[in-house]
């Protein structure tokens, strides 16, 4: 176990003041929420805001509403490498998982496989879920192109993207609807949380018809999240964060296909614990933006395929390294010197077992290479220049055996 400083793979700072207005938001309810909806509404430029417990809840609410007014169709093109909460949402939803394989360039969609399966599969998709992985923007304009025309709905995942932008555009902004995770380890965290906007006043209308089923938060869960608050708040710092990580029931990091999760509207506790958040997010985005960037001067000469989609800020630096094996040296070095280095979901979806039946390709050589070669490099704000200069030291390549820069 390691006592000394211990950097989270991804953080963003709570002030312990938050905790407070989190309480305080608990007093105001939905007027602290319509304060929260309103503020998202002018940052984005969106008509419509809706407010939930988490990502995977916002993706199960939009796939909900899109039924309602579609429902003949029944398929989700979700890219072959995300996170499994993205699978799990559309079986819960009742619906079939269509996997399309990715770029390990890019991270974004094979465009030629996307094309294919709209080609042919056309009249059984629902929508597609263009993914900023790690807030590597994905090409969302490319895919609103790919379906114009269609009924399919291009469902944006900017989960891991809040605060990014594409072309000036904010992301979450650029598909019919879009969706932010508010989760630990988010460019924003509520402990939990869920936003989605859209612009379309029909698809509004069924979002507001389909939340109605969703539940509220407990008094003991509004306990429970004021005590993770606090704990977000005090032990994401480097110089405590060896403890939580010492703990492994927390299960820091884990990802697991669950389809047995919470649907609850939010809480005015996160809502509360929100406020400010735009400064908070701004401050955050510019050490993530300063960190992109140097990790980006200093892997130039390693063989990197460059940055071919814009990268401004990510969540985790991604970067794919040349063998498996150099790959688990690396991350036995980030668990031996606290160095926050991560490799991401472990298999491809096309290999992962417990998510049962899918449809589009069965076999996704471009996943499977990212899910055994990729490692995420912190960029968070309480990363050092001595942090990024211990972790340059622990990369097993040097500018000529190898590893790309994937964004
Ligand atoms: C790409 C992506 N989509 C969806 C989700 C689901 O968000 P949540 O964890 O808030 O349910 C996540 C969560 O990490 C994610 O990374």
């Given at each position: 176990m390691r006592l000394g400083r211990t950097l989270p793979p991804a953080a963003a700072p709570v002030p312990l003041k938050s905790v407070l207005s989190g309480l305080k938001g608990v007093m105001r309810g939905k007027n602290e929420l319509r304060r929260f909806e309103e503020e998202l509404k002018t940052y984005h430029g969106s008509a419509h805001v809706f407010l939930v417990s988490s990502g995977k809840a916002c993706l199960y609410l939009i796939l909900k509403a899109l039924q309602r007014l579609n429902p003949s169709r029944r398929e989700v093109v979700i890219p072959a490498y995300t996170c499994y909460s993205v699978p799990s949402a559309v079986k819960r939803a009742g619906l079939t998982v269509c996997l399309c394989d990715i770029d390990p360039v890019t991270l974004d969609f094979d465009y030629s496989r996307l094309s294919r399966l709209l080609a042919e599969r056309g009249d059984e998709i629902l929508a597609v879920v263009p993914t900023h992985l790690f807030g590597v923007a994905s090409d969302v304009p490319k895919v609103r192109k790919l379906t114009a025309g269609t009924p399919v709905t291009v469902i944006e995942d900017a989960a891991q993207a809040l605060g990014g932008r594409l072309r000036g555009k904010p992301l979450g902004t650029l598909g019919d609807v879009g969706f932010f995770s508010l989760g630990r380890?988010?460019?924003?965290?509520?402990?939990e949380g869920g936003v989605v906007l859209t612009d379309n006043g029909d698809l509004a209308k069924a979002l507001f018809d389909e939340l109605a089923f969703f539940g509220g938060y407990s008094a003991l869960d509004l306990v429970n999240l004021a005590v993770q608050a606090a704990a977000l708040a005090l032990l994401m710092d480097p110089r405590l964060f060896w403890l939580p990580k010492a703990l492994p029931f927390l299960k820091l990091g884990e990802t697991h296909f669950d389809t047995d999760f919470a649907l609850k509207r939010m809480s005015g506790f996160q809502a509360g614990l929100a406020r400010g958040w735009q400064q908070r997010l701004e401050e955050a985005s510019s050490a993530r933006r300063r960190h992109t960037d140097a990790w980006a001067e200093a892997l130039q000469g390693d063989g990197g395929a460059g940055l071919t989609s814009p990268a401004e800020g990510l969540l985790r630096y991604p970067l794919l390294v040349s063998e498996p094996t150099q790959r688990q040296t690396l991350l036995s070095a980030s668990e031996r010197l606290g160095l926050g280095v991560m490799a991401a979901y472990p298999r491809s979806l096309d290999r992962l077992s417990a998510m049962g039946a899918h449809c589009g390709d069965t076999h996704c050589p471009g996943a499977r290479e990212v899910a055994s070669r990729l490692v995420t490099l912190p960029v968070h704000p309480y990363v050092t220049d001595g942090d990024r200069r211990r972790i340059r030291k622990a990369l097993p390549f040097t500018a000529t055996s190898g590893g790309e820069a994937v964004p």
């Open positions: 380890g988010k460019a924003l965290s509520t402990v």
